[in-house]
């Protein structure tokens, strides 16, 4: 089997290009590097069955060769990095999306939409279900990435109904591990930063506001499963164990000796109050749970960041 798989040099693409190579499969992955970086695929560089190619799939593109899964994950995801890149964020949502369902439709591939919580916008029930709708602000600053997203899905839908693509969307929500970027914005990367440079760690509103927080590893495994059932609604893939920012903060300030005071800005405009998923989906038709402790999780990926760190890569 070979994938193509756009943002293949992203957090998230880059570990996806591992599991695949692991299975067995052929990979090209394509990135224009706004947010990925050539180095986490790095080590892949010696493997016959794996390229990266530089491409920015906003741009009509086709690739060479058989085909046989399209992985759409190209996309800026962190809020600062869809704020400084509003409309590529829009763009590979929109058209980079439909660039690359239709490279599934010329191929006879399958097709696999990376899409996110944020579909859920700030929501007014939790945990959250697949059939719910949400609660977005579409004219809101998050807009860019929250719309990209759910236009990312109908269109997906779209293709699925109208052209008969064999079409996967996975919900994906806060995730964490080796290869984020240190101080992208997110929360782990974001204090972990400010505590490894002695900075206070920024909480903003008064930090009751929920997350989930899912290892790369148990993400990456529930896409896989995905990928082999068929299903053409959304899924989604996160831990439902919810913690409060506040909470996870602490749990942050009890690796470091020297534990960070912790400081309260304003709450972005229509942040979520609560992100938690309803797993009972995945675990129905995927056999599917998350399996790493967040203790393990954090221990792995503080390793992963405090090297970085001594390396000067902040960002």
């Known amino acids: 089997m070979r994938a193509v798989i756009t943002g293949g040099a992203g957090f998230l693409g880059s570990h996806l290009c591992d599991r695949l190579l692991a299975e067995?499969?052929?990979?090209?992955?394509?990135?224009?590097?706004?947010?990925?970086?050539?180095?986490?695929?790095?080590?892949?560089?010696?493997?016959?069955?794996?390229?990266?190619?530089?491409?920015?799939?906003?741009?009509?593109?086709?690739?060479?060769?058989?085909?046989?899964?399209?992985?759409?994950?190209?996309?800026?995801?962190?809020?600062?990095?869809?704020?400084?890149?509003?409309?590529?964020?829009?763009?590979?949502?929109?058209?980079?999306?439909?660039?690359?369902?239709e490279l599934a439709l010329r191929k006879n591939a399958r097709f696999f939409m990376a899409s996110t919580s944020e579909c859920y916008g700030d929501p007014e029930m939790s945990p959250q279900r697949e059939d719910y709708w949400g609660h977005v602000n579409s004219v809101g600053p998050r807009a860019v990435y929250d719309e990209a997203k759910r236009f990312s899905e109908a269109i997906t839908m779209a293709y699925q109904r109208h052209h008969g693509v064999d079409t996967r969307i996975v919900r994906i929500f806060n995730t964490y591990g080796p290869r984020m970027r240190l101080n992208d914005g997110r929360a782990l990367p974001n204090f972990?930063?400010?505590?490894?440079?002695?900075?206070?760690?920024?909480?903003?509103?008064?930090?009751?506001?929920?997350?989930?927080?899912?290892?790369?590893?148990?993400l990456i495994e529930g896409i896989y499963r995905l990928m082999l059932v068929q299903e053409h609604l959304p899924v989604n893939i996160g831990n439902p164990q919810e913690i409060t920012i506040l909470e996870f903060a602490d749990?942050?300030?009890?690796?470091?000796?020297?534990?960070?005071?912790?400081?309260?800005?304003?709450?972005?405009?229509?942040?979520?109050?609560?992100?938690?998923?309803?797993?009972?989906?995945?675990?129905?038709?995927l056999n599917w749970e998350p399996r790493v402790p967040l203790e393990e999780g954090l221990k792995r990926t503080l390793a992963y960041f405090k090297q970085e760190f001594r390396n000067g890569k902040v960002g």
């Open 24 to 101: 067995g499969w052929e990979v090209l992955a394509l990135d224009n590097f706004i947010t990925g970086a050539e180095e986490n695929v790095g080590h892949l560089a010696g493997n016959s069955r794996f390229r990266l190619d530089k491409k920015d799939v906003s741009e009509a593109f086709d690739v060479d060769g058989e085909v046989g899964y399209v992985l759409h994950f190209a996309s800026p995801a962190s809020p600062p990095d869809y704020l400084k890149f509003p409309i590529e964020t829009m763009m590979v949502g929109s058209v980079g999306t439909q660039n690359a369902l």
């Open 192 to 218: 972990v930063y400010q505590a490894l440079s002695k900075q206070p760690l920024t909480i903003y509103g008064d930090g009751k506001q929920t997350r989930s927080f899912c290892y790369v590893d148990d």
């Open 251 to 285: 749990r942050i300030r009890e690796h470091f000796d020297n534990a960070p005071e912790i400081i309260f800005k304003p709450l972005p405009q229509d942040d979520p109050k609560r992100r938690c998923p309803d797993i009972s989906k995945a675990k129905r038709l």
